[in-house]
Structure formats: structure tokens, C-alpha cells
């Protein structure tokens, strides 16, 4: 099956969840039928839980609750964040990167990134600050996504190719890659630009939609030379 309805059945099927996290002042009677983790005793509780079953906690033993707050970040949730403990990764503050997405060692993910599901992010690769990699978007080795730079994603409208970055690529500040683009080992996009064509390897392209510039030289390479203690 194409691996985008392999993702589009995926979420279908998935139990839609309200994660939140409760902070609750008295005394909780513990529901053992209710899929809750509950911290604490005595006076002071932490629920944590789908909503309509920490609602139902709370609303139980309304009558020994003096108060709570209940946190929550989003609603009917299909798709739960990448478990990041054991990711060999540099992973900032505030990026935001959802389950089935692969990445790999030493790769570095900014603050404010996106990453979405089924998108694969290559060894010592920086995506930098809001940017954005759509589902499954496959980004090489070695490369710079620059900051707010969009890679489309294949899910709707539906498509069989996704996004190909290869290896030792630099996507400039802000260009934005349309889906099925495929770009090749060593480009350049330079920063704003629109990519609607295969890019070929070593080359330089940009504009609004992007064009051959030139092949890639030496004064290109001191310019886009990628950091590695950046990356350790």
C-alpha cells in the first residue's frame, strides 16, 4: 500500500485523546477503573490522563476538592509527540516533532521547528529555528534546513513521492520546497526561494520559481560549509 495511506489509516484508526495534567487541592477517593496516573496524597494530587476521564475523577470527588487546574496543550490528538529520551539528537526547547518520525545521530532540531509524521531527518542534519518538515519528508545527511524554511508534506492531496533532500544540501532562511521535489546531493537553495523542479547535485538555484544559477564553487562551499562542533 502506498506508505501515505499507510499514514492516512494510521490516523484514522487511532483513539483521538485530550492529554492533560491536573493539579488538584484535597482529597481524591483513587478510581482504579479510570486509565489515570495520579501522583500525591492527603491534600495535594498531580492527574495526569485524557480529559474525560480526568474530568470524571474530579467531578467524583467534587465534594472533598477545594480546587484544581487543569493543563492541556491540544485537543482530539491523533497522533502523540516522538518520545525524545533516547533520541541521539540535539533537540531544542519548543520544536514540535510527532510519532513515526526518524532522526538521525547527532542531527540538531531548533526551537520552534515542526517535524511531521513519517519524516526522516538524516545524521549531523540542523533544522533550524521554525522551520518546517511535512509528513514524510525525507532530508539527508549532512544538511541545513534553514530557518523557516517549509518542506511540504504528502498527505493531502495525496502523493506516492515525498520530498527528497540529499545529502550535504543547504536550504536558505524561508524557501520553500513543493511537494515531490527531489533535490539533489550537495545543491543549494538560496534563501526566499520557491522550488516547484528538481534540483540537480551540486548545482545553485533561487528565485521565485527556482532557477539554475550556477554550479557550485569554491566561494559557494566557504559560504554553506556546514559546522560540525554544532553538532557534537
Known sequence: MNETFDIVKYIKEAKKVTPV????????????????????????????????????LIEDNKDTISDYEIENNCRNSAIPLLDLKNIKARIEPGAIIRDKVIIGEDAVIMMGAVINIGAEIGSKTMIDMNAVIGARGKIGNNC???AGAVIAGVLEPPSSTPVIIEDDCLIGANAV????????????????SVVIDDVKENTVVGGVPARFIKMKDENTLAKTKIIDDLRS
Open 21 to 56: 495534567k491536573a493539579y488538584i487541592k484535597g482529597y481524591i477517593k483513587p478510581n482504579n477503573e479510570l486509565p489515570i496516573k495520579l501522583f500525591g496524597n492527603n491534600d495535594f494530587y498531580i492527574a495526569i490522563g485524557d480529559f474525560e476521564e480526568v474530568k470524571k
Open 177 to 192: 520546497i513543493l511537494e515531490g521535489v527531489k533535490v539533489g546531493k550537495g545543491a543549494v537553495v538560496a534563501a526566499g
Open 144 to 146: 541545513h534546513i534553514g
